[in-house]
């Protein structure tokens, strides 16, 4: 699933569809328990890198929260997320 946040929703049903399975079949059956660990990103800023270029830095941070948060998306659902 952590595929899908980097892939367009096409391109991810078309793999989806090479191999034959389904959002639920890859998210809830090939995985037990799903742990995810939050980006320091969110919430604790402070100890999301140590930027030489601040506005380099910001862009990081915010594309780090928006990768988390769609990692997030991605595996909602799953029955011990």
């Given at each position: 699933m952590d595929y899908k946040v980097q892939m367009?929703?096409?391109?991810?049903?078309?793999?989806?569809?090479e191999?034959?399975?389904n959002v639920v079949t890859m998210r809830d059956r090939r995985y037990?328990?799903?742990i995810h660990l939050v980006t320091s990103a969110k919430g604790a800023k402070d100890y999301f890198n140590l930027p030489e270029?601040?506005?380099?830095f910001q862009d990081g941070?915010?594309?780090a929260q928006i990768?988390?948060?769609n990692t997030i998306n991605?595996?909602?659902?799953h029955p011990n997320f």
């Open positions: 367009e929703e096409e391109n991810w049903q078309m793999l989806l569809d191999i034959g399975w037990d328990m799903i270029n601040k506005e380099k941070m915010k594309t990768i988390d948060t991605a595996w909602i659902g």
